[in-house]
DNA sequence: TAATACTTTCAATGTTTTTTGAAATTTCAA
DNA sequence: TTGAAATTTCAAAAAACATTGAAAGTATTA
């Protein structure tokens, strides 16, 4: 395969694949095409490349910067501003799940906090399942919390390394 | 808070949740609302509770039973089917990993092998940081591949219990 | 077998999300 | 300062996605 159709299909695959987690398709592509690109590119490069409107390009790389995934470079002698992508995956998956945990594991255990001390005997079947179910995703989320900030501190010897080794 | 008013609040929720991981709202909160029931309900139910048509109830339904979070069942003396949801969070949790790992982390390794060699002179930078960046989700894939399968299998106490301290 | 209860399908419709592009704003070199 | 280059904004348009509901299909029982 040459490289420039196997970046085709890298972006293309990343962008169909980022819909399958909730996430835009151009943000993932605008990301694909930055992982792959050794040299930062401008706006301008991206729009073409990815043929988008300056303002979608616009709006999805700031997006990304407030992901931490993409960098504003500035180069000297240009006026442009160029971007780049983390390029270490470890660094980049690490950064997603922080992302990722912060705006919705979160407030999804402040949630459960409130749901379950929710009035009426616990006697009654259909309160004693409410809450126990809300009781143990709370349990579970607790448990991927810490679980995941110890994740987010390692490095990626420990997950590539070690993990499999431990667990068996 | 009263049960009604926190089962709405739960169900709406997980639903908004849902859709955040790319999950339809209408099957997440199908998925809520069973998980949160003792008992089974039928479409009917379903259908009063969350007021949604029938054909929507149905196809969600049937998505459920399709990820295997979801259990249709014939009560003796009665005509319809009703449904139940797996109570248990951490093989709620397993059963998603599972299915995702097959739908997205499987394919996704595949296309990765592929992409792996391009033809080109490995010299050339853009060569080079196309094969690398590849190669490393690969690796880091295949891990998380590995770890997931062993996380399927394993048993919720060694995750709530166990896996901290190793980590330490 | 026929009548009835229940389930499934899917074209049409509605809703949400994404994208566009032109105008407004900001930046910076001269 | 000024004005050309670059960036940002956002209302409107397009695209993607979800939902409806009536008709077709199936299973059950009288």
Redesign the interface.
Known sequence: ???TE??Q??IS?WGA?G????INRTMAQIHALL?????PLSQDDIMEELNISRGNTNMNIRELINWGLVDRIILTGERKEFFTAE????KV?KQIVKERKK??LDP?LK?LD??E????DKRD??????V???S??K??GL?AD??LD??IK?E?N???GN??K???
Not at 19 to 22: A, L, P, R, S
């Open positions: 395969m040459k490289l196997a970046k299909q890298f695959s694949f819909t399958h987690w909730g992982l792959i690109n050794a040299d390029k270490d995956i470890w998956v705006r919705e999804m949630l409130q749901l001390d929710v009035e009426g079947k259909n309160v004693k399942t409410f126990e179910t809300v143990g995703i349990k579970l448990q810490r679980t110890i994740m390692a990626e420990w997950f590539v993990l499999v431990l667990f068996k």
